[in-house]
Structure formats: C-alpha cells, structure tokens
C-alpha cells in the first residue's frame, strides 16, 4: 500500500502584546525571554479497526500553525482541532501500527514535535477480504482459549465457481451420479521452505481439487496453482506469490503432492508437485476415455533465479509423455548418489543434471511404469545408498553396484487384495530401531477410502519388520468397513513435527475427514505425540480451537458441522519456543441448491 503523506494546518490566533508610550530609556525594562513552546500527548495509542478515535493534545507557549503527516505504516486518515487530533482507521485482516506526526509549523521551531503510535487493533470477529465482508463470525464462537487463539481471520480468501456437469462415475465407473455442482478443493497437500531466503519456515500448498474424474476447464478459470504463505519476522504468515516471477500467467491442470529440494545448486529452495490432470481418463463412465495431448502435462516445477524469484520451468523436465499418466504422488532424493535430488513420480525416475534439467531414466532404476498413491525415497537398507519405495514395494540398492532389487512389502493392514498405499516417507523416527524406517499410510479398496491406518517397517536381514504398534491408538482410525457407515478418510499426507517444542518429533496425520454416520467424528488432524520411549500416542485435538462453517453467522444451524471436529491443517512453527500454530481456512456452506460458489477463508490458529 502506498503510503499518503497528509499534512493539515491549523492556526490558532496569535497572542498580541499591547505597547505602551513615552519614558526614558533609562526606565526601560530588560526584554524576558520567551519560553520555548512544548507539546504534551499519550505517545502510544490502541485503537480498534475501522473506527474514529480522538487523540488530545495540549500546547505551551505556542499559538501558531500546526500539523500532523504519516510517519510509517498503515496509512491512516488524520485531522487535526484545538487540542485533538481526530484519526480513522481502515479495516484490516491483522494487527497494524502507524506512526503520527503532530509538529509546529513555525520555522522557528520546526524541530518541535511528538510522534504518536497508534497500534490498530484487527476484530477478529469480523472479516475483511476482498468481497468477503458479509461474513461475521457468530458472537458465541471460541476463538481463543489457554493453548490457541485465532488469528488473520481473512488472510486470504478466495471464490471458485467452475461448474461440473458430467456425472461422477468413481470409484465404479459403472455407478455414476450426474448432479451438478462446484468444484471444491481441500488443502492437505503442501510443502515447507525458505522461498525468500529470510531463514524463516514458510509454506506452500496445492488445491486437490474434488471430484478428480472430471475434466476441469482449468485454462480459463481456476488453474490448479500454488499458494505461497511467507513467514515475516514478527511470526506471522502472509500470502506473497510474487515470490513467482509471473505468477499469474501460471496454468496447471492439477497440481497435487509437492517436494522441496535445491534442484538447481544455487542454496535456495525450488518447488515441484505432481499432475494429477489425467487422473479422470477412463473413470467418467467412458473407458476409453482420453485427454487431448496438449492437455497431458508435465509436474509443475519452479525453479529459483538469481533475484530470488522461482520461475516456471517444467520444460526443463523430459519426461515420456506416452507413459505418464500422472501421478498422485511425487518423492525426491537422490536416487542415483551423485549428490543432487532426483524426481520418483508417477512410476517414472528423473535423474536431475545438477543444474535443474531432469531426464527420464526410469528403465535404469525400475522394472515397471506404474502410478501409485505414495513414494518415498531414502535408505532403507544402511548401504548408503538411496532405495525407491512405491506403494507396497520396494526397490532396493546394491551397495557394490548400481543395481537395484525389487522386494515386496508386507500385505498392508487389510490384506492384499483390499489394502491401497495413499502416502509414504522414509525417515528416522525410532532410534532404537537400526536405520531409516518405512512410514506408509493405507486405506481400504472396498469400501473405499474407508479408514486409515499407518505402518512402520524397518528393513532388516533382508525382510521386513513391523513396528506399527508403536502407534498407540492407530487401529481406532480404521474406519468400519460398512457402506452405510464410512468414515472416508483414507486421503491425506502426513509430516514429521514437533507440536510442543519437547525436542521430539511427532507424526501429524492430515486428512480430509468425515463425518462418521453413528460413531461421531474423523478430525482433519490426528497427533500421535511422540513419548520419548520409542511409542506415539494418538492425542485429543479438544485445545484446538477453529472456526467451523456453522460459526459463521447465517450458517449456524448448517448440519452441525462443528461436531465433525477439526479441520484439515498444516504445522507450523511461527514462534521461537511456542508449541505449533497451524494454517487452515473455512468454507461457508452456500444456502441455495445447486451451488453457485464456494468460499474459502484462511485464518492461522496462533499458539500462545
């Protein structure tokens, strides 16, 4: 916002000194000096957001002109009286503060003045976004208590209205519904990073748009782009996709999973998500279904430039089209040891030349072309060495050479016909266990998407060893198997955090969640805190306070939707020492049927 400089006169009568005649100049009086004038006034002022306030003053030995300009900060309307300074503030989405000047105009005494801040206070229980104003947050809602507040309700907020018309035929393509509607997104998919290079965790996210099965007209309307939320040095989170050279001429089908990593060698982090655009080929109902080639896309992938800016750069990758059918997933690491992160998506390997070219070398690495819900990539057999892992099977390096031998993982928790893997890592989370452990979440086939459940696998003597009952609390997720009585959420990623600045990481499990017909409800987080002795408890999520669609006023009697507790959020860590905040938004459920758009509100939920 640019700042306005306002400078208001005032003046105020002289004081005239009546002069007398006659005398010698002898009886002449010695002239007194006069004082020298002062200002008095609070130097710093609260006040609220979008109001008019009085600011008092009082002058000494002074009756001139006087004036008040914008120092710094938020601009802020000025008026100066008598003995007040009258001031109204904008409306704002988080806490502002400006600096006042009230100065003498009189040359003489120009370097007289006070300046006045004035902290602006936002009201978090109103929202201020662009076209968002006619949501107020009911009067009744929690949003703060011992552990968490609410905090920049309105950050961003954004409006889709690309319609669908085409029946939704998923998972069976055999059984379809054809009603019409909005595309709605979830937020569950998102990555860390220092994009501006300030030393602080920022953090990017895609929009998985749902449903996936439909051919979207994203070229014109809603491009599946990413959102960059920069941490600035007071701990709070900003939307900035300037970091994007050419943000808005950016175009994706549907960006999905992401990675973080210096793919080009200069210190700075790059971007890549995988494309899910041709996911929907052969579940609309027509098998035979196919998108037009120049529909078919690349993984999105931004690359940092010398003025610090990330640019466009999926041409750098040479993928086989033909074979890539997109990917739900998308892992990087160094796949071939040369010392630069490598791409593992949608069944392909992209070996990266150090410089952020990337070529498919997937035939040197693996035996199959397959999509798959997760990968990871790491070492899992203490060789040194990176392995690939895809679903239930991994492939496994040869510390004397550069093959790989590919090593099927155990059934997974429903068996090996009803068992789906939908996200995975490869990390070091149990240090009485040797080497790197396999993290893989998995839900059901049939019903689908009913339930999740993680697995821990350790690859020792050649085989696999389970330790997924370390997660306590990990079965009461499973769902319940029953059509009528599905929890469906399977769909999710989860980190490594550490939520309460113990020094350990915990795992935090990031879903969509459902509602749960008879048994309640599926959070959108799940905590399983990590003890200290090798075990992770599932923790109630009852401090953390949110904003549910029927806080909003209009909507509070919408389903009781804040029975299906909290939402889909992402870890963050805003504050040095404070236990984690977290990013998530909103989205007011329209009243008119069809919909005709949806609204997203993002807030941060701050940790005290």
Known sequence: MKMRRLILLMALPFMLTACGGGGSSDNTEPVKEVPKPSITVLENQNVNENSTSTISFTIANYAGEMAVEQISGLSISSQVTTSNIEITTPEISKDEVSVIRLKLVDSNYSSIYKDITINITNDISKLYAYDFNQYLIADNTVTENDTYKIEYFGMYSEKTSEPYTEAVCYPDPNVCNDEDNIFAYEINNYGYGDFNNDGLMDVVITKGYSPHTIARDWEYTTPSVPLFFLQTQDGTLELNNSIVENYDSLRQCWSYRVAIADFN??????????????????????????????????????????????????????????????????????????????????????????????????????????????????????????????????????????????????????????????????????????????????????????????????????????????????????????????????????????????????????????????????????????????????????????????????FEDNDNVRAWGVPAAIPMQLQKDKPVSWLTFVEPYPEQWPIQERNYVYYTIKAK
């Open 265 to 554: 060698g200069d210190g700075r982090d790059d971007f890549v998500a995988s494309s899910f655009c041709q996911s929907y080929e052969g579940f609309n109902g027509n098998p035979d279904f196919k998108l037009p080639d120049d529909e078919k896309e690349k993984p999105l992938l931004l690359l940092s430039n010398d003025e610090g800016k990330l640019v466009e750069s999926k041409d750098n990758i040479n993928i086989d089209m033909s074979t890539y059918w997109g990917a739900h997933e998308i892992s990087v690491g160094d796949v071939n040891n040369d010392g630069v992160d490598d791409i593992y998506t949608g069944g392909h390997v992209l070996i990266n030349d150090g410089q952020g070219f990337f070529t498919d070398q997937t035939n040197s690495f693996v035996d199959e072309i397959t999509g798959a819900g997760g990968s990871a990539i790491g070492d899992i057999n203490g060789d040194g060495k990176s392995d690939l892992i895809k679903d239930h099977v991994a492939y496994i390096s040869n510390a004397n050479n550069d093959s790989f031998k590919k090593v099927n993982l155990p059934a997974g928790f429903w068996g090996a016909n009803n068992t789906r893997s939908n996200y995975s890592k490869v990390a070091n989370i149990l240090p009485d266990v040797p080497g790197n452990e396999i993290i893989l979440a998995e839900t059901r086939t049939n019903p689908y998407y009913d339930g999740r459940y993680i697995q821990l696998y350790s690859y020792q003597n050649d085989s696999f060893v389970s330790y997924s009952n370390v997660l306590i609390g990990n079965e009461s997720r499973v769902g319940t198997g029953f059509e009528d009585n599905i929890y469906k959420s399977g769909e999710g990623t989860f980190t490594l955090f550490d939520t309460n600045s113990d020094g350990l990481l915990d795992l935090v499990d990031i879903t969509a969640g459902a509602l749960n017909t008879s048994n309640g409800s599926f959070d959108g987080v799940d905590v399983f805190k990590n003890k200290g002795d090798g075990t992770f408890e599932l923790q109630s999520n009852d401090a953390i306070t949110y904003i549910a669609p029927d806080d909003i006023v209009g």
